[in-house]
């Protein structure tokens, strides 16, 4: 492979965002004093923080009890995570396990949707539940102060006895510390900055990390571009899932079967499964090493380290690629909590979703929180129920 030089435009320089575990996390005490407030605070019996489908999946439970919450979220729009992600990307969930607690998914029910049809999926189940959602109101600071709850917003402060976070495990890209060490004239981008192939240049593309991202990207880059795919086999799922006996039958076994009742907390498999993954990306879904190899897609080991430029991979190859996109997962970028619930990786520390020495502060939607599901449309709901029924239960308490 030949080092190109490009002239595209760069991107803002994604090793700016490399954070090595914890670095990301604003110690306790560095946070600037709170402004002085011109007006008061909103007060609510529950914030939920994050209208993606776990924050969206809390606020029709705790609606259901009648529970008084506002939804706050940092992007203008819901579904904007969504919409966010590359344009081929259609979801690896068919219909059927792709509609909420409350309102079926509009769709055929094996049909697969585009990202775009589950974002405005989400803004419709805002509208048919009558959600209160509060767009434009990123959290900068979730903090405690004599008792409650308080989140400092663009949009204002808000103030509460009940917190849940429900921004997911994904907010903030993770790249190794080498990135720094490519050379300027290498294009790199994370993947969720990726859109499609006319936002590359010329030239080879590297993609690191070979999950389920870097591998629907790399088919996605394989008719224009010379790809690369660097990383280990992370397994896969041994059936076509959109064949007929994968839309029929195995899918369900895999998503309600395994993912959302075998591969629990409760269960020692599922356990040993959640220990494996940690840090681990998920087998491949929808992507077979066959699709891949047929597409043109070259693979190679973990990429080690940047020697002279080149990108040096575990198996001793050498590659100058133009561009470098890094599909090495997200770190859950929790460093606007300012409460000693986080563990050295930046973690939450919790059980099933309820902070472990927090009354009051519960999560939704992170990684393995009950289940490999709980990240899922499918399974969600099953963790937001549980997170409003304790909400309820600590609401009944005197003086809750
Ligand atoms: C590429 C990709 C494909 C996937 N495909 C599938 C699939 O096919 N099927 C499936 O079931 N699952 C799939 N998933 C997993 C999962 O469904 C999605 O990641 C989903 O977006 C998670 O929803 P969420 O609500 O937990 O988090 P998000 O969708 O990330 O929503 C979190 C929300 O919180 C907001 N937020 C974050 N921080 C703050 C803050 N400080 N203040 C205010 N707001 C904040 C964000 O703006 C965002 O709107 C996929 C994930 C990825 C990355």
Known sequence: MESKQTTKTPIAHPADLVEAGNALRTQPGTFPPPVALAQSPERYQVVVIGAGQAGLSVGYHLK???IDH???????????????????????????????????????????????????????????????????????????ANGIFRLETAAGCFEAPQVVVAAASYQAPRL????????????????????????????????????????EIAIDLAETHEVWLAGRAVGHIPFDISGFMGRKMLIRLVIRGLFHRLLTMRTPMGRKFRAK???????????????????????????????????????GTRLA???????TGFHPGFDWI??????????????????????????????????????????????ARRVAGWIAAALRQPGG
């Open 64 to 66: 259901r009890r009648g």
């Open 70 to 144: 506002v939804i706050l979220d940092g992007a203008e729009r819901v579904g904007n995570a969504w919409r966010n992600r590359w344009d081929s990307l259609r979801l690896f969930t068919p219909a059927k396990f792709d509609g909420l607690d409350g309102l079926r998914f509009p769709a055929a029910r094996d049909h697969f949707p585009t990202k775009d049809e589950m974002a405005d999926y989400l803004e419709s189940y805002v509208a048919h539940h009558g959600l209160t959602v509060r767009t434009g109101a990123r959290v900068d600071r979730l903090h405690r």
């Open 176 to 215: 190794p510390d080498f990135a720094r060490a490519l050379p300027d004239e290498v294009v790199q981008m994370h993947s969720h900055q990726y859109r499609n192939p006319a936002q590359i240049g010329d030239g080879p593309v590297l993609l690191v990390g070979a999950g389920n991202s870097g591998a």
């Open 277 to 315: 993954m940690h840090g681990h990306g998920m087998p491949l879904i929808r992507t077979r090493p066959g699709q891949l190899e047929r597409a043109g897609v070259r693979r190679i080991g973990r990429i080690a380290g940047i020697e002279d430029g080149e990108t040096v991979a575990v198996d």
């Open 321 to 327: 690629p133009a561009t470098v996109i890094w599909c």
């Open 338 to 383: 300012d409460l000693p619930v986080l563990d050295a990786q930046g973690e939450p520390q919790h059980r099933f979703g309820r902070a472990t020495d927090i009354d009051g502060l519960y999560f939704a939607g992170l990684h393995f929180q009950y289940a490999v599901s709980s990240t899922m449309v499918a399974g969600v709901g099953r963790d």
